[in-house]
Protein backbone atom coordinates (compact mmCIF):
# COMPACT_ATOMS: atom_id res chain seq x y z
CA UNK A 1 0.00 0.00 0.00
CA UNK A 2 1.32 3.77 -0.91
CA UNK A 3 2.93 5.19 2.45
CA UNK A 4 1.62 8.10 4.01
CA UNK A 5 3.37 10.66 2.05
CA UNK A 6 1.03 9.93 -1.10
CA UNK A 7 -2.03 10.98 1.12
CA UNK A 8 -1.44 14.44 -0.43
CA UNK A 9 -0.72 15.55 -3.81
CA UNK A 10 2.85 16.43 -2.89
CA UNK A 11 5.45 14.21 -2.04
CA UNK A 12 8.96 13.89 -0.44
CA UNK A 13 11.04 10.98 -1.83
CA UNK A 14 14.60 9.34 -1.65
CA UNK A 15 14.97 9.18 -5.66
CA UNK A 16 16.52 6.65 -8.15
CA UNK A 17 17.66 8.10 -11.50
CA UNK A 18 17.45 5.40 -14.08
CA UNK A 19 19.65 5.41 -16.85
CA UNK A 20 17.88 2.50 -19.30
CA UNK A 21 14.64 1.83 -18.18
CA UNK A 22 11.46 3.62 -18.21
CA UNK A 23 8.49 2.38 -15.29
CA UNK A 24 5.03 2.77 -14.97
CA UNK A 25 2.20 3.13 -12.79
CA UNK A 26 1.20 -0.51 -11.99
CA UNK A 27 4.08 -1.88 -13.19
CA UNK A 28 6.46 -4.35 -11.53
CA UNK A 29 9.67 -5.40 -12.48
CA UNK A 30 13.30 -5.70 -11.12
CA UNK A 31 15.69 -3.02 -11.29
CA UNK A 32 19.82 -3.35 -10.57
CA UNK A 33 21.36 -0.40 -8.70
CA UNK A 34 24.94 0.28 -8.39
CA UNK A 35 25.47 3.74 -7.58
CA UNK A 36 26.10 5.47 -4.15
CA UNK A 37 23.68 7.73 -4.00
CA UNK A 38 20.92 5.52 -5.25
CA UNK A 39 21.95 2.74 -3.23
CA UNK A 40 21.41 5.01 -0.30
CA UNK A 41 18.36 6.27 -1.77
CA UNK A 42 16.91 2.91 -1.58
CA UNK A 43 18.32 2.26 2.19
CA UNK A 44 16.44 5.49 3.09
CA UNK A 45 13.03 3.75 1.25
CA UNK A 46 13.63 0.43 2.92
CA UNK A 47 13.90 1.95 6.26
CA UNK A 48 10.80 4.16 5.96
CA UNK A 49 7.69 3.29 4.47
CA UNK A 50 9.23 1.82 1.41
CA UNK A 51 8.21 4.85 -1.22
CA UNK A 52 10.61 6.22 -3.69
CA UNK A 53 10.76 7.96 -7.01
CA UNK A 54 12.13 6.86 -10.53
CA UNK A 55 12.96 8.97 -12.86
CA UNK A 56 15.01 8.20 -16.54
CA UNK A 57 17.55 10.47 -17.39
CA UNK A 58 18.18 12.09 -20.69
CA UNK A 59 21.60 10.52 -21.01
CA UNK A 60 22.54 7.42 -19.61
CA UNK A 61 26.11 8.39 -19.47
CA UNK A 62 26.09 10.84 -16.82
CA UNK A 63 27.16 9.40 -13.60
CA UNK A 64 25.97 12.57 -11.55
CA UNK A 65 23.02 13.59 -12.76
CA UNK A 66 21.30 17.12 -11.96
CA UNK A 67 17.82 18.19 -12.34
CA UNK A 68 18.46 19.18 -16.05
CA UNK A 69 19.32 15.66 -16.87
CA UNK A 70 16.12 14.20 -15.87
CA UNK A 71 13.05 13.46 -17.18
CA UNK A 72 10.29 15.78 -15.37
CA UNK A 73 7.95 13.16 -15.00
CA UNK A 74 8.58 9.89 -13.33
CA UNK A 75 6.53 7.32 -10.92
CA UNK A 76 6.25 7.32 -7.35
CA UNK A 77 7.03 3.38 -6.25
CA UNK A 78 7.03 1.10 -3.84
CA UNK A 79 9.77 -1.34 -2.87
CA UNK A 80 8.63 -4.95 -2.79
CA UNK A 81 11.90 -6.50 -2.21
CA UNK A 82 15.59 -5.90 -2.34
CA UNK A 83 18.13 -7.76 -2.13
CA UNK A 84 22.02 -6.81 -1.72
CA UNK A 85 24.01 -9.09 -3.90
CA UNK A 86 28.33 -10.19 -3.55
CA UNK A 87 29.66 -7.36 -5.41
CA UNK A 88 27.75 -4.55 -3.82
CA UNK A 89 24.78 -4.12 -6.17
CA UNK A 90 21.48 -4.14 -5.14
CA UNK A 91 18.61 -6.45 -6.60
CA UNK A 92 15.62 -4.65 -6.12
CA UNK A 93 11.91 -5.52 -7.29
CA UNK A 94 9.64 -2.72 -7.86
CA UNK A 95 6.19 -1.54 -7.51
CA UNK A 96 4.89 1.11 -9.73
CA UNK A 97 2.71 3.27 -7.77
CA UNK A 98 1.32 6.75 -9.39
CA UNK A 99 3.07 9.29 -12.07
CA UNK A 100 4.36 12.40 -10.63
CA UNK A 101 6.79 15.30 -11.53
CA UNK A 102 9.91 16.79 -10.31
CA UNK A 103 8.73 20.10 -8.13
CA UNK A 104 12.39 20.55 -6.57
CA UNK A 105 15.12 18.22 -6.69
CA UNK A 106 18.47 18.06 -4.34
CA UNK A 107 20.51 16.20 -1.98
CA UNK A 108 19.98 15.40 1.18
CA UNK A 109 23.90 13.75 2.93
CA UNK A 110 24.35 11.18 0.26
CA UNK A 111 21.13 10.36 -1.22
CA UNK A 112 18.96 11.66 -3.96
CA UNK A 113 15.91 13.04 -3.05
CA UNK A 114 12.99 14.79 -4.89
CA UNK A 115 9.38 16.98 -4.03
CA UNK A 116 7.65 15.52 -6.61
CA UNK A 117 3.23 16.46 -7.71
CA UNK A 118 1.49 13.69 -8.55
CA UNK A 119 -0.58 13.18 -11.39
CA UNK A 120 -3.83 11.55 -11.62
CA UNK A 121 -5.68 11.15 -14.93
CA UNK A 122 -8.55 13.54 -14.60
CA UNK A 123 -11.50 13.09 -16.27
CA UNK A 124 -14.55 10.37 -16.27
CA UNK A 125 -15.58 7.50 -17.86
CA UNK A 126 -17.40 8.04 -21.24
CA UNK A 127 -18.34 6.07 -24.71
CA UNK A 128 -15.38 8.17 -26.70
CA UNK A 129 -13.00 6.67 -23.96
CA UNK A 130 -14.27 3.23 -24.25
CA UNK A 131 -14.06 3.48 -27.85
CA UNK A 132 -10.47 4.39 -27.47
CA UNK A 133 -9.53 1.59 -25.33
CA UNK A 134 -11.23 -0.51 -27.12
CA UNK A 135 -9.14 0.50 -30.57
CA UNK A 136 -6.35 0.25 -28.81
CA UNK A 137 -6.38 -3.11 -27.05
CA UNK A 138 -6.82 -4.77 -30.55
CA UNK A 139 -3.75 -3.09 -31.91
CA UNK A 140 -2.21 -3.90 -28.82
CA UNK A 141 -3.32 -7.35 -29.15
CA UNK A 142 -1.85 -7.74 -33.18
CA UNK A 143 1.61 -6.50 -31.97
CA UNK A 144 1.76 -8.89 -29.57
CA UNK A 145 0.83 -11.42 -32.57
CA UNK A 146 3.50 -9.87 -34.56
CA UNK A 147 6.29 -9.23 -32.40
CA UNK A 148 8.12 -12.45 -31.12
CA UNK A 149 9.92 -10.68 -28.31
CA UNK A 150 6.56 -10.27 -26.49
CA UNK A 151 5.26 -13.50 -24.82
CA UNK A 152 1.37 -14.00 -25.66
CA UNK A 153 0.84 -14.54 -21.53
CA UNK A 154 1.23 -10.62 -21.68
CA UNK A 155 -2.36 -10.31 -22.75
CA UNK A 156 -3.34 -12.29 -19.71
CA UNK A 157 -2.48 -9.06 -17.76
CA UNK A 158 -5.13 -7.36 -19.54
CA UNK A 159 -8.15 -9.63 -19.48
CA UNK A 160 -10.58 -8.32 -17.69
CA UNK A 161 -9.41 -5.23 -16.54
CA UNK A 162 -11.63 -2.61 -16.56
CA UNK A 163 -10.09 0.26 -15.61
CA UNK A 164 -8.39 2.21 -18.85
CA UNK A 165 -5.43 4.14 -16.79
CA UNK A 166 -4.44 0.39 -16.05
CA UNK A 167 -5.11 -0.99 -19.37
CA UNK A 168 -3.22 1.79 -21.10
CA UNK A 169 -0.46 1.62 -18.62
CA UNK A 170 0.33 -1.98 -18.88
CA UNK A 171 0.59 -1.74 -22.36
CA UNK A 172 3.21 0.98 -22.54
CA UNK A 173 5.25 -1.29 -20.60
CA UNK A 174 5.38 -3.67 -22.82
CA UNK A 175 5.90 -2.23 -25.83
CA UNK A 176 9.69 -2.82 -26.96
CA UNK A 177 11.02 0.48 -27.98
CA UNK A 178 13.81 2.28 -26.48
CA UNK A 179 13.16 4.19 -22.95
CA UNK A 180 13.18 7.19 -24.26
CA UNK A 181 10.21 6.74 -26.95
CA UNK A 182 8.21 5.13 -23.66
CA UNK A 183 8.64 8.61 -21.67
CA UNK A 184 6.62 9.83 -24.17
CA UNK A 185 3.96 7.46 -22.70
CA UNK A 186 4.85 8.14 -19.34
CA UNK A 187 5.06 12.24 -19.86
CA UNK A 188 1.47 12.41 -21.13
CA UNK A 189 -1.11 14.18 -19.31
CA UNK A 190 -4.05 12.96 -19.68
CA UNK A 191 -5.73 9.14 -20.49
CA UNK A 192 -6.51 10.16 -23.97
CA UNK A 193 -3.36 11.88 -24.80
CA UNK A 194 -1.18 8.52 -23.43
CA UNK A 195 -4.45 6.46 -25.57
CA UNK A 196 -3.59 8.66 -28.58
CA UNK A 197 0.16 8.44 -28.71
CA UNK A 198 0.00 4.61 -27.68
CA UNK A 199 -2.32 3.84 -31.06
CA UNK A 200 0.66 6.20 -33.14
CA UNK A 201 3.46 3.81 -31.87
CA UNK A 202 0.90 0.08 -32.10
CA UNK A 203 0.55 1.56 -35.67
CA UNK A 204 4.33 2.09 -36.63
CA UNK A 205 5.52 -0.25 -34.68
CA UNK A 206 2.77 -3.09 -36.52
CA UNK A 207 4.14 -1.74 -39.86
CA UNK A 208 8.07 -2.19 -39.07
CA UNK A 209 7.03 -5.83 -37.66
CA UNK A 210 5.12 -6.72 -41.37
CA UNK A 211 8.24 -5.22 -43.06
CA UNK A 212 10.38 -7.57 -41.17
CA UNK A 213 8.28 -10.61 -41.54
CA UNK A 214 8.25 -9.88 -45.46
CA UNK A 215 11.84 -9.55 -45.87
CA UNK A 216 12.70 -12.47 -43.34
CA UNK A 217 9.81 -14.41 -45.88
CA UNK A 218 12.18 -13.36 -48.78
CA UNK A 219 15.30 -13.87 -47.50
CA UNK A 220 14.26 -17.95 -46.63
CA UNK A 221 12.29 -18.22 -49.89
CA UNK A 222 15.77 -17.34 -51.76
CA UNK A 223 17.79 -19.56 -49.59
CA UNK A 224 15.55 -22.62 -50.17
CA UNK A 225 15.48 -21.86 -53.75
CA UNK A 226 19.66 -21.70 -53.65
CA UNK A 227 19.48 -24.68 -51.94
CA UNK A 228 17.02 -26.13 -54.23
CA UNK A 229 19.29 -25.47 -57.27
CA UNK A 230 22.57 -26.60 -55.52
CA UNK A 231 21.09 -30.01 -54.91
CA UNK A 232 19.51 -30.43 -58.55
CA UNK A 233 23.28 -29.03 -59.40
CA UNK A 234 24.80 -31.93 -57.47
CA UNK A 235 22.24 -34.78 -58.52
CA UNK A 236 23.08 -33.69 -62.34
CA UNK A 237 26.97 -34.81 -61.42
CA UNK A 238 25.78 -37.91 -60.48
Not at 95 to 108: K, T
Amino acid sequence: MPGRRLEAQHARLPMIPLRDQTFFPHMVAPILVARERSLEALNVAVEGDGMLFLVLQKDPQVEEPSRKDLHPVGVVARVVQAMRLPNGIAKVLLEGVARAQIVRFFRNGPAYWAQVRLLPFEGQDSLELRARVRRVRAYFEEYVRLNRQVPDEVLMGIQGEEDPAKVADFMSAHLTVPPQVKQELLSALSLEALLDKLLTMLVQEQEILKLEEKIEDRVRSHMQEDHRQFYLQQRMRV
